[in-house]
């Protein structure tokens, strides 16, 4: 089945320093590739996805690249503010349909 | 984007009995899905529920441990048995949007004591 590794487990950044957060997957299947973000007792919002047909998609502060080849994609948010702190998961859908797989999870901590 | 309602929201319950969660999505889909989310953890699929057919379930899970009800095409539960410590977690209940985007509701925080 499918396998997402997900690196830094943590990262913290000054406020309006960017972050990079990136994943790796197994399946070399895999179409979509959400992110979503988990605030403290909330549950995760999709924040931005790519699929397989497309390298990078924007949306304001936030981007997400996709290395098809290599099998790894990656979350970019620049300008951070405080309220982008939160818990940010990657995913991939393989064949198995509808079925996410997680990565473990990064803890973004911004300080103002 | 689709809402999607949990209801109980939290909950602390006693070893040994069961607790069923009910997810209410506001449009029609075709599939709902259950995950888990243990302390300080990654999500987890549970099942995957369709309408008029029986739960799918991932490997780790069991029908008898986490029944699974999906009567019409808006609303589904899931029933965590004969609850353990271990059990403590959010169980999320998902949905698919447009085709492979994957919405969560907020979740129901279950604490087993």
């Given at each position: 089945g499918e396998n997402v590794e997900?690196?830094?487990s943590t990262l913290s950044v000054q406020e309006g320093d960017s972050a990079v957060i990136k994943c790796t997957y197994s399946d070399s299947a895999s179409n979509y590739f959400p992110w979503y973000k988990q605030e403290l007792g909330k549950g995760p919002q999709l924040i931005i996805d790519i699929r397989s047909n497309v390298g990078e998609k924007k949306d304001q502060r936030i981007a997400v690249t996709l290395n098809k080849t290599a099998k790894h994609f990656s979350l970019h948010i620049t300008e951070t503010q405080p309220e982008d702190s939160a818990v940010y998961f990657c995913a991939a859908i393989g064949t198995s349909y509808g079925k996410l797989t997680f990565g473990q999870?990064?803890?973004l901590t911004v300080h103002p | 984007s689709a809402v999607i309602s949990q209801k109980p929201s939290r909950d602390i319950c006693q070893r040994g009995t069961s607790l069923t969660i009910q997810c209410q999505v506001d449009s029609q889909v075709t599939m709902m899905f259950w995950y888990r989310q243990q302390p300080g953890q990654s999500l987890t699929l549970i099942a995957t529920a369709n309408q008029g057919s029986e739960a799918t379930?991932?490997?780790g899970f069991v029908i008898d441990k986490?029944?699974?009800?999906?009567?019409?095409?808006?609303?589904?539960t899931l029933t965590v048995s004969n609850m353990s410590p271990e059990d403590s977690s959010i169980y999320l209940?998902?949905?698919?949007g447009v085709p492979n985007t994957i919405y969560f509701g907020e979740g129901s925080?279950?604490?087993v004591v």
């Open positions: 997900q690196h830094p999870g990064t803890i | 379930y991932e490997s986490f029944p699974i009800s999906r009567p019409n095409l808006t609303f589904s209940c998902s949905v698919e925080w279950l604490t």
